[in-house]
């Protein structure tokens, strides 16, 4: 009880922090003013006080910390304009980066140095996009150089991501599924123009599976390294599927059909086709049920369906949800072991526990984030700076809950942090990620777009 009592008090204590900070104040807004350019100061190597066994060990059972698919009914939408929607607080630079789209630049006494991007949803010509090196899992790049290859307006870093460059979470692009999605906060862009934040799946990944006639198998993984024992999907995001000794791959055609059965050897994926790969007693029913010229049938269940949406971009945790902050439990998706309390029975966000212990509520560090109100009328993208004494002390999930919420957020998550994060804008970087690290190369970058708007049609003279 102590234990919960102690964890309670360090949660509150940031949350008061966090409202002291970053509470509203009288609007200085510079319309059409010059980026701010931040000042150099040196830094120096990050010292992040750990938490304490009692906060560390805690499972953190709370009724907000259990995941919900409920319906929001948002209010009505409202015709404000996008400068009426948020204050800007004293010393904020504000400019007007396009029609509908606001960058505000903060640096606090602390001082705290964060960027936030406010995009209009009500204005015609924006979109979203989620960009791969080269269009591929190629290996990881830069959130600039991903910007500049795809001609975006700005960006911000992705996913988390393996030792291998590859996203941990769900990725889609143009409506292909890249990778495939965890129980991990989401950011999604529906083919209507609407913005989720959720969840697809309440497990380790999805549930899919391959079916020839009545024989079935689960389908594992998408273009990552299957486990053994199991089936796994690679499309052509994937330059190829690697060599493994006693697996069987199954070339499909974009219908399904089986147009090769291969063992062991590395196989190149043409576009349009997709290879399953099984080991172990998944190349044993590989080799018994897929026929060349057969059939193969692979179905995918999420919630909501994949193919609503044409972007997504995976990271996590969710930070606000209903308006309210959100403290996710410590816990490994169902997995407590790692806790105080081994038994509990909670739902998680899957990174393990000793990755939320160095991440979570009580850590300083640099932070991506993005929400949207709940109307869905204003996306909200900020980066905090950190790992920097003397520059930018970085800022723990309340403190940005806060900052998220202070300008209209409803709904909100985070992207990879620490090192990672990275804002581009109009051409340059405009946070400061460590020095001693520079801009970090990452699996993917979350692109946006303002397109101008088309020219008014010609006035003709007809006899």
């Known amino acids: 009880m102590l234990r919960i009592l102690a964890l309670i008090c360090t949660i509150a204590a940031c949350a008061v922090l966090a409202f002291g900070l970053l509470r509203p104040a009288p609007a200085v807004v510079v319309a059409e003013a010059p980026l701010a350019t931040a000042q150099s100061s040196p830094s120096a ?31 009505q939408p409202t ?22 789209v606001f960058h505000l630049r903060r640096i606090s006494a602390d001082p705290l140095r964060i960027n936030v991007l406010l995009f209009d949803l009500q204005k ?37 991501f393996s030792d291998n460059g590859l996203p941990q979470g769900l990725t889609i692009i143009d409506g292909r599924v890249v990778t ?35 024989a079935v198998h689960p389908l ?24 493994r000794e006693g697996d069987i791959k199954v070339l499909l055609d974009n219908m399904g059909t089986v147009i090769d059965v291969l063992a062991g050897q590395r196989v190149k994926i043409s576009p349009g086709r997709r290879v399953l790969q099984g080991s172990g007693a998944g190349a044993t029913w590989l080799r018994e049920h897929a026929t060349l010229g057969e059939r193969l049938d692979i179905t995918i269940g999420t919630d909501p369906a994949l193919s609503d949406f044409s972007y997504a971009i995976s990271g996590g945790p969710i930070i606000l949800r209903n308006g309210e902050f959100v403290a996710d439990c410590l816990c490994a998706l169902r997995d407590c072991s790692a806790t105080a309390r081994p038994s509990a029975r909670l739902l998680c966000e899957d990174f393990s526990t000793d990755w939320k ?25 900020a980066v905090a700076d950190g790992y920097q004494p003397g520059y930018s002390r970085g800022i723990t ?33 405009v946070n400061r990620p460590p020095p001693e690290y520079g801009e970090r190369y990452v699996a993917n970058a979350l692109l946006f777009y303002r397109d101008p708007p088309l020219p008014a049609p010609r006035a003709t003279n007809r006899k």
């Open 180 to 214: 495939a999605p965890k129980h991990r906060a989401t950011f999604a862009w529906r083919a209507s123009g609407e913005p989720f934040i959720g969840y697809f799946t309440d497990e380790w990944t999805w549930q899919a599976e391959v079916r020839a006639g009545p």
């Open 79 to 100: 015709t404000q304009p996008l400068s009426a929607r948020f204050q800007a607080q004293p010393g904020d630079r504000v400019t007007l980066v396009a029609p509908g």
């Open 220 to 243: 594992t993984l998408l273009n990552t390294p299957c486990p053994q024992g199991q089936i796994c999907m690679f499309n052509d995001f994937s330059a190829s599927v690697p060599a």
């Open 124 to 160: 015609p010509g924006f979109r979203v996009g989620v960009a791969l090196n080269e269009g591929g899992l190629t290996g990881r790049q830069r959130t600039s150089n991903l910007a500049v290859q795809y001609a975006a307006l700005a960006a911000v870093n992705g996913d988390l």
């Open 357 to 381: 212990i160095k991440h979570y509520d009580w850590v300083r560090m640099p932070r991506t984030g993005i929400g949207f109100d709940a109307a869905r009328q204003t996306l909200i993208v």
């Open 45 to 75: 190597e990050p010292t992040l006080a750990p938490p304490t066994a009692t906060t560390a060990l805690a499972a953190n059972a709370t009724p907000s910390a259990v995941a919900h698919r409920r319906s929001i009914h948002p209010p």
């Open 397 to 429: 999930q309340a403190e940005f809950a806060a900052l998220l919420r202070e300008f209209g957020a409803y709904s909100a998550m985070e992207l990879d942090g620490g090192g990672s994060a990275t804002m581009w804008l109009d051409g340059r970087v």
